[in-house]
């Protein structure tokens, strides 16, 4: 049993069992989100960035052939760009029931349940 307060630090795969990406997939579906002629460009100019800081992010961003995090510690210019498309993508895949339907046959539930209760109670 846990007596203190504790963190856990999962990375992106923790929730692929219930419908998100890996880290790999994430960077994938960012530049899939991003490519000319895509929706999600006019969500990008909504919020301010402009047509080159978008060509800039997905032109290095692609080079980089890692995950999303990897490039933003790398490359701190882009950081403010690529966080907001980080929760646009991640935003467009929340499904609660789902969510909950999933994770009660996930690895959530089990670890839920080893945990106990006394989750809700700690100081």
Not at 75 to 100: S, T, Y
Request: aromatic fraction near 12%.
């Amino acid at each position: 049993m846990i007596r203190r307060k504790t963190v856990f630090v999962l990375g992106a795969g923790a929730s692929a069992g219930v419908g998100y990406p890996t880290g790999l997939q994430l960077a994938e579906w960012i530049l899939n989100a991003i490519a000319p002629g895509s929706s999600m460009i006019n969500d990008c100019f909504a919020a301010g960035f402009t047509n080159e800081e978008i060509a800039d992010f997905r032109k290095y961003f692609k080079r980089s052939h890692g995950t999303i995090d990897m490039f933003l510690a790398e490359n701190p210019d882009f950081r403010h760009i690529g966080r907001f498309l980080i929760a646009k993508v991640l935003m467009a895949l929340e499904d609660e029931d789902g969510l909950i339907e999933k994770g009660g046959q996930s690895w959530y539930r089990q670890f839920r349940d080893t945990l106990g209760s006394t989750l809700n109670h700690l100081p």
